[in-house]
């Protein structure tokens, strides 16, 4: 018998305090992303671009269900969360106002490879495997969309690699 079952479910243990923080936290930044996505949605022309966004969108929606699930029944209050944003129309937005393509790329790789890094630190303090399992679906998931958003940053030119480091033999 472990030190923290009482029998083989998981569910029946207690989330810790960084459990629930993680699980929180992670609530309020999808939330944020949510209607940021939103608003960059419409400021995209690129057809390909913005069906990620969308993909994007659902993932945090469907994670954000799960999450809210978990913090309900453990008797947490559910962070704010912002009020959808409208659909505009790209050609109302004036030029000097609107996110370029390769931008809202950059934007959504950079939250990605921020949402695999919370995702594996959420992973390595679970000690409840429901909950590191339930953030190991949550990385793979973030992981196939970031490789999607790197194969379109390529073949749009819109990737900016840092130096490369070329050995030069003397």
């Known amino acids: 018998m472990g030190i923290l079952r009482s029998n083989n479910n998981p569910k029946d243990e207690p989330l810790h305090y960084g459990e629930i923080f993680a699980i929180w936290t992670h609530v309020l930044g999808n939330n944020g992303l949510i209607a940021a ?23 945090a ?22 009020p959808e944003r409208p ?28 949402g695999l890094v919370a995702c594996s630190t959420a992973m390595g303090m679970s000690t409840r495997e429901d909950i590191a399992f339930m953030y190991g679906q949550f990385h793979m998931a973030k992981a196939q969309l ?6 379109l940053n390529k073949t749009k030119g819109w990737l900016i690699p840092p130096p490369l ?6």
């Open 37 to 59: 996505y939103q608003t960059l949605y419409n400021h995209t022309g690129d057809q390909d671009l913005a069906k990620l966004l969308e993909e994007a969108i659902m993932g």
């Open 87 to 114: 659909v505009a129309r790209i050609e109302d937005i004036p030029a000097g106002a609107k996110f370029m393509d390769p931008e809202i790329s950059a934007k959504l790789s950079a939250d990605i490879a921020a």
């Open 146 to 151: 970031g490789g999607k958003l790197l194969r």
């Open 165 to 170: 480091h070329v050995s030069h033999q003397a």
């Open 61 to 82: 929606e469907q994670e954000n269900q799960v999450l809210k699930d978990i913090l309900k029944i453990n008797g947490v209050a559910l962070p704010p969360a912002p």
